[in-house]
């Protein structure tokens, strides 16, 4: 099944999406637009050949404490207190469309716009609700933080060489 990803507008039906998370369901639902329009985050997403959303993601704006970083990561960046980073704050999947590998390809498109971008921004960070979730960004590279183990991180220059070696294959 092929899907293609565009941001959210009015014209997407939300009303029938509903994923395992409830809270994210009722945020997709009932608060995204809100937090669009307010430049709080920008919204994705995934619709099949029928136009249905399959599921979708956020990116806004964000930093990263210095200080909260894997001493190894810190000592190649610059003395500042934060670096900038971009926060995917939900990514949900309906689960219609469960197994399909969607998480993934969202997480990667996720990936490819930031690294688009001419914002500057040093990793993408995630917060994850559970175990089951870590292990879900784990698997695709990211890494944890020592003093807050749901939040993690993939430096973006590690994110654009596995698009380069993908895209090789």
């Known amino acids: 099944?092929?899907?293609?990803?565009?941001?959210?507008?009015?014209?997407?039906?939300?009303?029938?999406?509903?994923?395992?998370?409830?809270?994210?369901?009722?945020?997709?639902?009932?608060?995204?637009?809100?937090?669009i329009k307010r430049k709080i985050t920008a919204c994705f997403v995934a619709l099949n050949n029928e136009g249905v959303i399959a599921g979708y993601y956020t990116l806004a704006a964000s930093s990263m404490l210095l200080n909260d970083l894997p001493l190894d990561v810190r000592q190649k960046l610059p003395r500042y207190p934060s670096v900038p980073a971009v926060r995917m704050g939900r990514l949900a999947v309906d689960t219609h469309f469960i197994g399909l590998g969607l998480g993934g390809a969202l997480v990667a498109d996720a990936l490819q716009r930031t690294l688009k971008s001419d914002i500057a921004a040093y990793a993408m960070v995630v917060d994850a609700k559970d175990e089951t979730a870590v292990a879900f960004y784990q698997h695709?590279?990211?890494?944890?933080?020592?003093?807050?183990p749901l939040t993690l991180f993939l430096p973006l220059s590690t994110a654009q060489k596995m698009i380069d070696n993908t895209s090789r294959r």
Do not use: K, W
């Open 1 to 35: 099944m092929l899907f293609s990803i565009a941001p959210l507008n009015n014209t997407h039906q939300r009303n029938t999406f509903n994923c395992h998370s409830e809270a994210l369901t009722r945020y997709f639902q009932q608060q995204v637009n809100q937090d």
């Open 140 to 148: 695709h590279g990211f890494i944890r933080l020592i003093d807050s």
